[in-house]
């Protein structure tokens, strides 16, 4: 969900290819412009500026679309005030992910796969939720290790954060 410039509320629903807009004020729903389809909408973000993302996801089973898709999993999506897009991607369920930093472009500025001194085989990477901090930084939760993953805007990695005390 994300909140648009007049303060009514853009929502990505379950197997739907459309964002839903619901105006705070009525209470009505009703279809947004935003079509995705044959795809279904999986996560939504507007920028600062008020450029829509939208994160898309192939349906099951759907034999129709060919191209090899840039995420498995978009589940979060943030963007900085340099311009660049992160993307909470999980690549294999249950736990197994990454996030990516996009250009507007489209082009990748950066892969993170977590902290190599956080991660092992044994606990791999399981972001969860993405939040740009006012001074331009990216905290990422990784649920499994039980951390939160400071980068810088470019996507590089500056510290972490143990929410547990260390087995």
């Known amino acids: 969900m994300a909140v648009t410039s007049d303060n009514n509320l853009l929502l990505s629903v379950f197997s739907d290819t459309k964002l839903r807009l619901l105006n705070v004020k009525t209470g009505q729903m009703s279809d947004s412009r935003y079509n995705v389809e044959p795809l279904w909408t999986f996560g939504i973000h507007i920028t600062k500026d008020q450029r829509v993302y939208i994160g898309a996801v192939r ?8 191209r090899k898709p840039l995420f498995k999993l978009p589940h979060r999506v943030t963007s900085t005030s340099y311009g660049n897009i992160w993307v909470e991607d999980n690549v294999q369920l249950p736990v197994k992910g990454s996030v990516i930093v996009l250009q507007q472009t489209g082009s990748i500025v950066q892969i993170f796969d977590g902290y190599l001194d956080i991660n092992s085989r044994n606990r791999s990477f399981d972001p969860q ?30 510290t972490y954060i143990r929410l547990t005390m260390q087995e």
């Open 59 to 66: 349906p099951p089973l759907y034999p129709g679309i060919c």
């Open 129 to 158: 939720d993405i939040l740009k901090t006012p001074g331009d930084n990216v905290v990422v939760v990784d649920c499994n290790n039980h951390t939160l993953q400071i980068l810088d805007h470019d996507g590089v990695f500056l």
